[in-house]
């Protein structure tokens, strides 16, 4: 059930031939009152005696009442309540009874006040109501209808409770505005998909993922090939900035301008300045790196700083895991810019998910994401990635990761309550998991061959490894059909130098195994990053696939419960 009440407005009569009209495309069938504050109340969708101009005289009366200076401009109020796709169709009666909840929790017509506003409540489609009121009461005076807002969402979750409907996730109005009514059928009338709302706050936030300044940040955007303004004091500080999309224009012909905190809240010009001011109360030391030499690398690096990330999310303090967690974020929409076309859709898809995610009413402590931040950046100067070889593998080692930094920022905005972020969270955690499939497929099955080939008694050694590294899992592992990409692993390891009994021993001991889909993948790519091996095998012809060898995308654990080594449930 989600309510949303519409900006106010000055027509009364206007409001009410459009809820009773055929709609903007005949989507309005049926149109009809289901309740009112006065049941006697004339209905032109059902009266044919009955005009809008009765309907219209009646609501506005308490406001014509008042002399004419004390009239409010802006009288008429506007909830709209509509049922999810998945809910039953509810008979009239129900939703009466929903518009007569709604009007008494909002402050509009409270239980037992016989001098509350006058209301209707419309029905024009199967799966939603409108309700129009006047915002002056009977006794001349204002309703209170502070945070009506809020009590209309925590109304509905009691309704869903009573009808048995789905239960929505509940706002906490730290999300992204969404577009209007006039934004979404400007774009329908011209064939877009998405609103230029939605547009511009997708390139803002690719603009700004892994930026190091404001003028990386504003060259980016005219890169984008955006219209831009600046605000600027007469200081020469900068107060804002607003973008717009060449080709949208207003009915005089100029462009639609957007600013920056009317696209999400954390893409205003301040908010942005803080990722890379950062914490000055918390400074964080990072050690210099050396560039990064191509998209390989740069997909390296970041599964690099996704690793150590996961374990400030999972340890750290609030501020310092916001902070991961938004610039996570970045990371995400760094790789989806510079994907391949096989794995850009649903890392474009994972993307646009976590962006509820990365925002919360927990502040950001700046300063100890530069990590992560580096990494995007990184993958936004390497370049767009090839999708086979060294690229390919790289992608897929840095998405498996990703997986599992997700999922733990998931858990972490599940414990603290903030419900519509954990569930954006694991929203982009399945896009990751199909574009993991995607971009694992080849690596992996070059990897499979070269183990299946190897020698038997080669392959032995490195079970009896496993089962001596990991007792309680090796039965499953060496039963997954990723085993032998795994037997080609251990055996690169062992060429290296490495000790891989130790380094199996660490990998899973690190981070959880136990609920993995193929826990042999997931070890593959924890190997292959701890001992600096090529993610993809040198001097090895990668066979297509053909979709005959499966894939899967690691799924991590349910965070209230772990299983360790010893295979005894352990809670964190």
Not at 241 to 250: E, F, I, K, M
Not at 382 to 409: K, N, Q, Y
Not at 419 to 430: G, L, N
Request: glycine residues 6%; charged residues 25%.
């Amino acid at each position: 059930m989600i309510p949303r009440i519409h900006k106010r407005g000055s027509a009364t009569v206007g409001l009410i031939r459009y809820l009773y009209g055929p709609g903007t495309h005949e989507e309005h069938i049926d149109p009809h009152l289901v309740a009112a504050f006065d049941p006697l109340m004339p209905d032109p969708g059902r009266d044919p005696q009955a005009t809008y101009g009765q309907l219209q005289r009646l609501l506005d009366q308490p406001v014509n009442a008042l002399p004419a200076g004390r009239r409010p401009d802006k009288h008429v109020w506007h909830l709209s309540v509509r049922a999810s796709p998945e809910d039953p169709v509810l008979p009239d009666d129900a939703w009466a009874t929903i518009a007569r909840r709604m009007v008494a929790a909002t402050g509009i017509d409270p239980e037992g006040d016989d001098a509350a506003c006058r209301w209707a409540a419309v029905r024009h489609a199967d799966d939603h109501i409108h309700i129009i009121a006047t915002l002056v009461r009977d006794d001349g005076r204002r309703p209170r209808l502070h945070n009506e807002a809020r009590r209309a969402q925590a109304e509905a979750r009691l309704i869903e409770a009573d009808y048995s409907l789905r239960r929505v996730t509940p706002g906490d109005g730290t999300a992204a505005k969404r577009p209007t009514s006039a934004e979404r059928h400007k774009a329908e009338r011209r064939g877009r998909q998405r609103t230029p709302r939605e547009e511009l706050r997708e390139a803002v936030r690719r603009s700004v993922a892994g930026a190091g300044s404001e003028e990386e940040f504003f060259d980016r955007l005219a890169g984008a090939g955006l219209l831009v303004r600046r605000r600027v004091a007469p200081s020469g500080d900068p107060l804002g900035y607003t973008v717009a999309l060449p080709g949208d224009r207003n009915a005089t012909g100029k462009p639609v301008f957007y600013s920056g905190s009317k696209l999400a809240p954390d893409l205003s010009l301040p908010r942005i300045c803080e990722r890379w001011n950062g914490n000055p109360d918390h400074p964080a030391q990072q050690p210099a790196l050396p560039p990064v030499t191509g998209p390989a690398s740069a997909r390296r690096r970041a599964t690099s700083a996704a690793w150590q990330a996961l374990f400030v999310v999972d340890h750290g303090e609030n501020g310092v895991v916001a902070a991961q967690i938004a610039a996570t974020g970045e990371v995400l929409d760094a790789l989806a810019q510079t994907s391949a076309a096989h794995t850009r859709h649903e890392l474009q898809a994972a993307a646009a998910a976590f962006e509820r995610a990365s925002r919360s009413h927990v502040r950001a402590s700046r300063g100890h994401d530069h990590a992560l931040r580096r990494a995007a950046r990184d993958l936004v100067q390497s370049g767009p990635a090839f999708g086979r070889g060294e690229d390919g593998a790289a992608t897929a080692m840095a998405i498996d990761m990703l997986i599992f930094l997700v999922s733990a920022a998931a858990h972490w905005h599940a414990g603290k309550q903030h419900a519509q972020q954990a569930e954006a969270a694991h929203r982009a955690a399945e896009h990751l998991r199909t574009a993991y499939r995607t971009a694992a497929e080849r690596p992996i099955a070059a990897l499979h061959q070269r183990g299946v080939r190897m020698a038997p008694s080669r392959q032995h050694r490195h079970a009896a490894l496993v089962r001596q590294a990991l007792p309680e899992l090796a039965g499953r592992i060496l039963a997954e059909p990723g085993w032998h990409a795994l037997v080609a692993t251990l055996d690169e390891v062992q060429a290296a130098g490495h000790d891989p009994t130790a380094l199996l021993t660490e990998a899973a001991a690190r981070r959880e195994l136990g609920t993995a889909a193929y826990m042999s993948e997931v070890l593959v790519w924890r190997l292959r990053r701890s001992a600096d091996l090529p993610a993809a095998p040198r001097n090895l012809q990668v066979p297509p696939t053909h979709g005959k060898r499966p894939v899967a995308a690691p799924e991590p654990a349910p965070r209230s419960e772990v299983m360790p080594l010893n295979g005894s449930p352990r809670r964190r």
